[in-house]
């Protein structure tokens, strides 16, 4: 089985690295498969500061909270399927953690967004 891993380095740069898991032995690595055009399009969204308004950052964290909803099926079988991983151990550990996390974030997010007095 081989897993696929998509890192970025300091400088945005995209790698994929394929790991064969019967070894844990890199089969390919540091390979530019070249999604700058998809970065620079992040890096243009961040300098024009529209990561910095609330309701992108709310929109954002839902649309992530929705995808997790309705692919939860989807995850957890692949979960068992590249893990071995019993469904319910899998929300606990992974899906479930991350619906609740995104939450505790929606939750939160007005007030560690909100200005505060520095003396």
């Known amino acids: 089985m081989t ?5 970025l380095d300091r400088d945005f740069k995209g790698y994929l690295i394929l790991i064969h898991c019967n070894f844990c032995k890199p089969m390919e690595s540091k390979r530019d498969f070249g ?35 309705e692919k939860e099926n989807e995850v ?10 019993h469904p ?9 953690i991350l619906i609740k996390s995104l939450s505790f974030v929606l939750g ?3 007030q560690w967004m ?6």
């Open 35 to 69: 999604f700058e055009r998809d970065l620079e399009h992040m890096r243009e969204c961040y300098r024009k500061g529209r990561t910095k308004e609330a309701s992108w950052r709310v929109s954002q964290l839902k649309g992530l909270q929705k995808f997790l909803k």
């Open 88 to 96: 319910a151990e899998a929300f606990r550990d992974e899906v479930g």
């Open 76 to 85: 957890l079988m692949a979960l068992k399927q590249d893990l071995g991983k």
């Open 114 to 119: 909100s200005s505060k007095k520095v003396m």
């Open 108 to 110: 939160n997010l007005k």
């Open 3 to 7: 897993y696929i891993l998509y890192i």
